[in-house]
């Protein structure tokens, strides 16, 4: 009984809310654009910054855990990092992954 608690919770919840996302994702169209073809260049772009994010010892650990959006070569940051300084070399970091055009800060600092 235990056991399929378990697997619902950690298991099956968490991979249908990633399905559903992705739908919504796809199925949403952009300035007349073919969503499928953006979105495949987004997500890759999206996966490089936050792949460098984390890989940055310098970063704290709550702090790399800040969402990543990417639409046509815009990076959106989101979400709450530990200090000021964790956001400046997020937004760095972010600004040097190729094929970056801009990047647009949507972070907050904790206790602020």
Known sequence: MIWRSFL?????IPILCLVCHGCVNI??????Q???Q???ADYTLAANVKVAIVSDP???????LVTVGANNGVITLSGQVANQA??????????NVAGVKS??????VAGN
């Open 8 to 12: 619902k919770i950690f298991c099956i």
């Open 27 to 32: 199925a949403t169209p952009n300035n007349g």
């Open 34 to 36: 073919a969503r499928g």
């Open 38 to 40: 953006q979105t495949a």
């Open 58 to 64: 310098s970063i704290s650990a709550t702090s790399r």
């Open 86 to 95: 964790d956001a400046d070399t997020i937004v760095n970091i972010a600004k």
């Open 103 to 108: 990047v647009n800060n949507q972070m907050t």
